[in-house]
T-cell receptor, first 114, second 117 residues
Framework: AQSVAQPEDQVNVAEGNPLTVKCTYS??????LFWYVQYPNRGLQFLLKYITGDNLVKGSYGFEAEFNKSQTSFHLKKPSALVSDSALYFC????????????FGKGTRLSVIA | GAVVSQHPSWVICKSGTSVKIECRSL??????MFWYRQFPKQSLMLMAT?????????EQGVEKDKFLINHASLTLSTLTVTSAHPEDSSFYIC?????????????FGPGTRLTVT
């Protein structure tokens, strides 16, 4: 079975400071990993994904994430946070074999304070 | 890029009535569709998976007779909430995958907010 843990319900960071949103996963075999962002009353926006290759993945809006197989983690990072980054962030995983659906973490609310 | 649309974007209905939500893939063939629901301030929970032309596979705890899923074509899937009740009020999100383009991409619709009064 696949699962995702986002240990923090809320992350607060000052504008201009670096941010990290944590994610760990459990999957049989190798993972496909994704990050999405959701603004109020909106659908999901894709940020980035890890499929294979370089462990450091760069995505939209200056976000990046590092795949760490030994720690089964895929933390989302950004060097300098913006107030407009305030939103709900979801990490998702699926096994890289078969046609299985994405399984989502519970989400982390990021609040960037000016 | 691949686009998934949903209609309606929001709907209010009375308790006991049925509501149909449409999910369309606009520029690709959705060989597999997934339906999720999201309660306020919670995560997306998978309801069911459907492959075109086949019956949907429902997750444990999801009533298949209440949430009817049809995936009759490669560009359209529908979710019908039958005899809706206030506890069915939620944000419903569809997602589609085109197996011919590699199985790792999953594209999401904008969601439908259902309120049952």
């Amino acid at each position: 079975a696949q699962s995702v843990a986002q240990p923090e319900d809320q992350v607060n960071v000052a504008e201009g400071n670096p941010l990290t949103v944590k994610c760990t996963y459990s999957v049989s075999g190798n993972p496909y990993l994704f990050w999405y962002v959701q603004y109020p009353n909106r659908g999901l926006q894709f940020l980035l994904k890890y499929i294979t290759g370089d462990n450091l993945v760069k995505g939209s809006y200056g976000f990046e994430a590092e795949f760490n197989k030994s720690q089964t983690s895929f933390h989302l990072k950004k060097p300098s946070a913006l107030v407009s980054d305030s939103a709900l962030y979801f990490c998702a995983v699926r096994a890289n074999s078969g046609n299985t659906p994405l399984v989502f973490g519970k989400g982390t609310r990021l609040s960037v304070i000016a | 890029g691949a686009v998934v649309s949903q209609h309606p974007s929001w709907v209010i209905c009375k308790s006991g009535t049925s509501v149909k939500i449409e999910c369309r893939s606009l520029d690709f063939q959705a060989t597999t569709m997934f339906w999720y629901r999201q309660f306020p301030k919670q995560s997306l929970m998978l309801m069911a998976t459907s492959n075109e032309g086949s019956k949907a596979t429902y997750e444990q705890g999801v009533e298949k007779d209440k949430f009817l899923i049809n995936h009759a074509s490669l560009t359209l899937s529908t979710l019908t909430v039958t005899s809706a009740h206030p506890e069915d009020s939620s944000f419903y999100i569809c997602s589609a995958r085109d197996l011919s383009q590699g199985a790792y991409e999953q594209y999401f619709g904008p969601g439908t907010r259902l309120t049952v009064t």
